[in-house]
């Protein structure tokens, strides 16, 4: 129900715009999450938006180099992912949930949607 696009190879210090939309249903009615799982790791939350647009959260590891986003016109959140490193390179997820809050928004068990992801891999 919800689909990611905008992964690929980047070279490190690139830049990389991932894409959720969600054909069938407005994602203004959902807080929208984005999360991340490289081989052999913890699927990770990385950011959340919240259902107004009104807040924005992110993890330490991604703080000041991404920044999530929601243009209700197309129906569509992205993540803008700066300055990357090769330790972004993962497969990246989008997913709905009610709302999300600063000291949650990282639990994958509170969101119901989800995206098949898309990979983003960062060479050195």
């Known amino acids: 129900q919800l689909v990611e696009s905008g992964g690929g190879l980047v070279h490190a210090g690139g830049s990389r715009r991932l894409s959720c939309v969600a054909p069938g249903f407005t994602l203004d009615s959902y807080a929208i999450g984005w999360f991340r799982q490289a081989p052999g790791k913890e699927r990770e939350g990385v950011s959340c938006?919240?259902?107004?647009?009104?807040?924005?959260y992110y993890s330490d590891s991604v703080k000041g180099r991404f920044t999530v986003s929601r243009d209700k016109a197309k129906n569509t959140v992205y993540l803008q992912m700066n300055s990357l490193k090769p330790e972004d390179t993962a497969v990246y997820y989008c997913a709905t949930r009610p709302e999300c809050y600063d000291d949650d928004f990282g639990d994958s068990s509170s969101y119901n949607f989800w995206g098949p992801g898309t990979q983003v891999t960062v060479s050195s």
């Open positions: 938006i919240s259902r107004r647009t009104t807040s924005t």
